[in-house]
């Protein structure tokens, strides 16, 4: 059973890519599953738990939780030392599921995000860049040369085909549905993905162009 993942910035495209991909696969007769880290993920599903039985809600009759919970750009310490906790559960979470679908015949698992983008997430919430309200940066994102602490890298499944979706973050927001975040936190997340993806071998496709020339090169790889 082969792993497919596409990491890359919020917006960048990668659902689309891989919808295209799964339908693609299972007409070649594949058997094919569909993941998603952030989704799989520990930390997202205890926050689910929290907004779907909120004692305040059942109490006064009326939700006060906005319906789409925004982005996180932003946490605390001990926030950050819960995801790291979290991520290290997650990993061994999915070496079950991965044993799994291999037993009950899966061809492929195609990734939506992957734990590359759970590391990044983290790398940029330990304050490595923190947007101030005029609209600047804390420190010159530039600069960032560092690779991510190993022990948040360990135990990572290295996936047969890891793909980054290379994509421009004005031209993300540019487009109709964008991400909340905005355009610094973009540029700062390009530049982890830019100095990350090398280091995890990563294939990087242009992700400018239109959406069927990028399946195309994906197909070819996979």
């Keep these: 059973m082969k792993i497919v993942s596409l990491s890359g910035l919020d917006g960048s495209g990668k659902s689309t890519q891989i919808e295209l991909l799964k339908s693609y696969l299972q007409n070649q007769g594949r058997k094919v599953f569909y993941f998603h880290a952030i989704e799989f993920g520990l930390a997202n599903k205890i926050s689910a738990f929290f907004r779907e039985h909120c004692l305040i809600c059942k109490l006064f009759k009326k939700c006060s939780m906005p319906k789409k919970e925004k982005s996180m750009t932003k946490a605390g310490k001990i926030g950050i030392i819960l995801r790291k906790i979290f991520l290290g559960i997650d990993l061994r979470r999915f070496k079950k599921l991965y044993k799994k679908l291999e037993k009950e015949g899966f061809d492929y698992i195609i990734s939506d995000r992957y734990f590359y983008d759970s590391v990044i997430n983290i790398e940029y919430l330990n304050n490595i860049f923190l947007p101030l309200e005029k609209g600047e940066l804390e420190r010159d994102f530039k600069d960032y040369k560092s690779p991510p ?13 890891a793909i980054h979706l290379e994509t421009s973050p004005e031209n993300i927001m540019r ?3 964008k991400p909340d975040q905005g355009l610094e936190y973009l540029q700062a997340k390009k530049i982890l993905y830019d100095t990350m993806a090398p280091l995890w071998n990563l294939r990087a496709i242009d992700g400018n162009r239109n959406k069927e020339e990028i399946f195309e090169e994906i197909r070819k790889l996979v």
Excluded: K, S, V, Y
Excluded at 149 to 161: C, E, S
């Design 149 to 161: 602490t190993p022990l948040l890298q360990r135990g990572i499944l290295t996936p047969d085909i």
């Design 175 to 177: 487009r109709e549905q």
